[in-house]
């Protein structure tokens, strides 16, 4: 697959159809599930999980074979059977509805196929081979997970908070954008695993107070010396 592209897709309170409940379904459906999809499964036998997931109110589950009725007026579907025509049948049926459809064992008639993600609170990565080799997909998902540690969800949560004060207290568009690049300069996550989080915020929040400050050029690089002043 070469002609794809990535995007985060909004699926809260949508609509969304998994046909087949097995393990590939199952694992279709916790993604689905975690985005806050209205789910519905049809397959004469799901998994375990998903039967929890079922009696927990999570999802729905239709016991029967697929029929095209069952589709209704879907934002997605996942075809995720181990049987090749039922999934090809779901694909034409989509197709004829409109509806997104994404097909487990036919990559390039999916309208969209599934990275591999991984999370730390607002931090969302996805990773993708294109289809080339799911299991290095897998692969890398682990090594980023090494590489971007829980700190990292502590860090997005600062920034988010910064930003929306910067907004507010910043008119100037190009000021904005320097003071949202220059913020990265400073050793946050450095701070975070020592300690030493709470007290940098409250005192960079305290002198941000102070438009001045703000404004001032080269901001950061002044708080930068400052702090090492003080060290
Ligand atoms: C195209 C795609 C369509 C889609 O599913 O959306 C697709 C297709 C297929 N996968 C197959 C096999 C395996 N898939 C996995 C695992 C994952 N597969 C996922 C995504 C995707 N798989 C999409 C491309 C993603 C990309 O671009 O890289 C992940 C990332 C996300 C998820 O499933 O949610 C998830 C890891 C999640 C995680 O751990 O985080 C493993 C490993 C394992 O299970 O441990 C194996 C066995 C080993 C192997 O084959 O590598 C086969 C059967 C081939 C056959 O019959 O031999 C097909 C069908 C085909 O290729 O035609
Ligand atoms: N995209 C991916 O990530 C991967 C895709 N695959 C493909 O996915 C297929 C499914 O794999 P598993 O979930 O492991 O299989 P599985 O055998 O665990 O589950 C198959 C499911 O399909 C359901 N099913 C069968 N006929 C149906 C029908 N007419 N209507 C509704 N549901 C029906 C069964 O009830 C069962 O729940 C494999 O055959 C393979 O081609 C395999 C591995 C990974």
């Not at 998994?18 to 199952?26: D, K």
């Amino acid at each position: 697959m070469e002609a794809i592209m990535p995007i985060m897709m909004n699926v809260k309170d949508k609509e969304c159809v998994v046909v087949g409940g097995g393990q590939v379904a199952e694992r279709k459906i916790k993604s689905l599930m975690d985005a806050k999809a209205n789910i519905t499964v049809i397959s004469p036998i799901v998994t375990a999980q998903i039967k929890r997931w079922e009696k927990e109110g999570i999802l729905r589950v239709s016991y029967k074979k697929y029929q095209l009725t069952e589709l209704g007026s879907a934002f997605v579907v996942i075809a995720a059977t181990d049987q090749r025509k039922v999934n090809l049948q779901v694909y034409e049926d989509a197709k004829r509805r409109r509806i997104l459809v994404s097909v487990v064992d036919c990559p390039e008639c999916s309208d969209f196929i599934f990275p591999a993600t991984m999370r730390r609170g607002k931090l969302h990565i996805a990773i993708s081979t294109s289809g080339a080799s799911p299991s290095v997909t897998k692969k890398i998902k682990n090594e980023l997970e090494f590489l971007y540690g829980e700190e990292y969800e502590l860090y997005l949560d600062f920034l988010s908070d910064f930003r929306a004060f910067i907004k507010k207290a910043v008119e100037d568009t190009k000021q904005r954008q320097a003071i949202s690049k220059d913020i990265l300069k400073i050793d946050i996550i450095g701070f975070i695993r020592t300690g030493k989080f709470q007290s940098f915020r409250k005192s960079l929040f305290a002198r941000l107070e102070d438009p001045e400050f703000i404004y001032e050029k080269k901001w950061i690089e002044r708080y930068l010396e400052d702090k090492d002043e003080g060290d």
